[in-house]
DNA sequence: ATTATTTTAGAATGATTGTTCCAAAAATGC
DNA sequence: GCATTTTTGGAACAATCATTCTAAAATAAT
């Protein structure tokens, strides 16, 4: 038999995936992804396919992982408003504590209008986001936890629609308290 | 005396600059511009300098002349609240209407941390967009068009950050109808 | 140890990158 | 018409791009 691979697969996604959320899709070079994933091209191109396939396999962890981060800060609330208070938070500290902006938003913005593939990634991952939203924000009218005159999809669409605004002021300012001051005015708006 | 040019700088300018708000600046190449500006290498370089130096003249071109379209669209206003109200909706329909996303958001998430002249550029704009909100704001609110609790620097913050939400959804979904109702959705809330 | 299969490193590929250079054409003022 | 200066098109450049290929090293099962 033959030998087997000497490397995890996932963990050499992990590195390209770094790679591609600091310096973006068209600006990482397959040079740059052999030198930081420790991999020769050859293996690249065997386990992953070509670079565009890759960065797709980079963006769908990166979109499965936060979302799966999200729903376990809901598991984690212990009432539906209280959840949605801890997904704003955490789409905030978040930035700061990576210091880097959300792949998703950034691919959105650079990919979004002229990459079919990854536009449909970044939808799914949004209308997901959303869904799990309305849903905590229906709950929290039904619990008379927040106002009920609100659409709570009208809500959701506007809490998610802050989250890029909290990334690009963090770009712009590079200030971690301000985005913070953000995210509690969009809490205090969504309780009035 | 020696040939004059043979073409208008500032048009040649206008088309660069569509091209990189289309494609982004990493996947502008030199050669796209020789197409699509009508212009040899030899003249682009002689007139624009290299490729950074031409991207950041197209940048520029853009934050001034949209700035120019709010200050304008201020100038036409009845009331500080009127105007920021046309300005919200003024960035909506923006992007419904060029069918893009807004050049300087766009160039904030593909380069903002990595490029230190156009995050000069991309800085600048943004303080100065938020201070004319800011300003207008604090008019209203002496007026009476508002309440008069909220901090207006803050409030003007909120709704930048929120324009670039708009063109988050714009991109993922494509729809104009909704990308305005956040925005009426955002002048409700601003009112409240 | 032998055989079979895969990893590995890096050479090779041809296309494209940004940039510079050159000779010829064009247009101006004399 | 002549001299001067720039535009112009495209050749030339070295570097880098994504991708493929090759041959040797490594590992597994027999």
Redesign the pocket.
């Known amino acids: 038999?033959?030998?087997?691979?000497?490397?995890e697969p996932e963990e050499k996604l992990e590195k390209a995936k770094c790679l591609f959320w600091q310096k973006g899709y068209s600006a990482?070079?397959?040079?740059d992804l052999v030198d930081t994933m420790g991999?020769?091209?050859?293996?690249i191109?065997?386990t992953y396919g070509?670079?565009?396939s890759l960065f797709l396999q980079c963006l769908r962890s990166y979109t499965d992982s936060t979302f799966e981060d999200y729903q376990r800060t809901v598991a984690e609330s212990k009432s539906p408003m209280k959840a949605v208070e801890k997904i704003i938070r955490r789409a905030a500290l978040r930035t700061v504590a990576e210091g880097q902006t959300c792949m998703g938003v950034k691919s959105t913005f650079e990919l979004a209008s002229v990459d079919e593939e990854v536009h449909a990634i970044l939808k799914e991952n949004t209308t997901k986001m959303i869904a799990v939203l309305k849903d905590l924000l229906k709950k929290a009218q039904k619990a008379g936890e927040i106002n009920s005159k609100r659409d709570p999809g009208t809500l959701a669409n506007f809490i998610v629609s802050n989250f890029t605004g909290f990334w690009q002021f963090y770009l712009v300012y590079g200030d971690g308290e301000l985005v913070q001051q953000q995210a509690e005015f969009l809490i205090k708006s969504i309780k009035k």
Chains 1, 2 share one sequence.
Do not use: E, P, V
């Open positions: 038999m033959a030998r087997t691979k000497a490397f990482t070079s397959m040079q991999l020769n091209r050859g293996s191109y065997d070509d670079k565009h």
